[in-house]
């Protein structure tokens, strides 16, 4: 005869079935992956296809044949009219996002070890969070007409104020000097984004261990040194997330400059997204010639993300204990 223990579980009651929760795990899950599934990965999938097709004009681009390598190579051969406009925005989209991301990189680091150093006793540091945080949450959209009003030709605010200090004694149009137009591009992406950098940098600073900072502060390190010691080699892979999230977006880079130069003066400021957009929308339709340049930057984002992993991994088994110690 078995023990009343036995025939009645604990916690259960006589007649009810034990309910399994594990099923609505993919309920939660489901609208994720059918989204990624319908505006990501079918996309991608049909970029690839459309790379290798003769896709070019509406009527074709559903009813494709597809002609191989044909595409790519337009981007390869000197001769092409493609190939010089490809790489002239290639190296456009570089060198701009290289001239906002170092300094964004470098005050992101500056104002988190600020922020979260208990010596300096910063008041009001929730407040200049917010502040510094601000101009990401606001549209590429308005921030483009914003900065465009400030710099247009002949009156606004920035020549105004620079012909009334005397560093200017006529008019400049900012949007007709090379340097001018990319260096205004690099700032408003560096303002757009170093808030969101040092947040990343202040969440990864905030999870270093504090035992470490006070065996440092026992050892007589002053803030200089513990940033350098303990803080810089601790928030590396942060430094890798950033850097090549900030690179994967860099190279993506199309509203700021579509909207305050239209890649002018004479494509000095033409991205290779802008590139792929007017191949794809504007003209004769190339889609083949746009998906084609979708998939060489693809490539290259990809080698270059493994690259940094590579140069950036851990070699120093001294860091890697002092990570292990401060977990």
């Not at 390598?69 to 701009?96: A, H, Q, R, V």
């Not at 190279?251 to 792929?276: C, S, V, W, Y």
Request: aromatic share 18%.
């Amino acid at each position: 005869m078995d023990k009343p223990a036995a025939r009645f579980a604990p916690g259960r009651r006589k007649g009810l079935s034990k309910v399994n929760y594990n099923r609505y795990g993919y309920y939660f899950v489901a609208p994720f992956i059918i989204v990624f599934l319908v505006f990501q990965l079918y996309p991608i999938i049909f970029t690839f296809r459309t790379s290798v097709s003769d896709a070019i004009g509406w009527n074709k681009i559903n009813d494709s044949m597809v002609i191989g390598f044909e595409n790519f190579k337009m981007y390869f051969d000197p001769g092409s009219p493609l190939f010089y406009d490809f790489w002239n925005s290639f190296g456009n989209t570089l060198l701009i996002w290289i001239a906002n991301f170092v300094p964004q990189i470098l005050m992101a680091l500056v104002l988190a070890s600020w922020f979260t150093d208990t010596r300096m006793r910063l008041k009001f540091r929730g407040g200049f969070k917010m502040l510094i945080f601000m101009p990401n949450i606001i549209t590429a959209a308005t921030i483009g007409v914003l900065f465009y009003s400030i710099f247009n030709y002949p009156i606004a605010p920035a020549n105004s104020f620079l012909q009334q200090v005397g560093i200017l004694h006529a008019p400049f149009e900012f949007f007709r000097s090379t340097t001018a137009s990319r260096s205004i591009i690099s700032f408003v992406q560096w303002w757009m984004w170093y808030g969101n950098t040092m947040i990343i940098m202040i969440a990864g600073i905030m999870g270093i261990s504090p035992e470490l900072y006070e065996a440092g502060l026992v050892d007589g390190c002053s803030s200089r040194q513990t940033f350098y010691r303990i803080t810089l080699p601790l928030i590396k892979p942060i430094l890798l997330f950033n850097l090549v999230t900030s690179m994967i977006g860099g190279l993506q880079m199309f509203d700021i400059p579509h909207l305050l130069t239209e890649g002018n003066p004479n494509k000095t400021t033409n991205t290779i997204a802008r590139f792929i957009y007017q191949q794809a929308f504007t003209g004769s339709r190339n889609f083949n010639y746009a998906s084609a340049a979708s998939v060489i930057l693809f490539i290259f984002i990809v080698m270059a993300s493994l690259m940094l992993f590579w140069v950036m991994r851990e070699r120093d088994p001294a860091v890697r204990d002092l990570r292990r110690a401060g977990k």
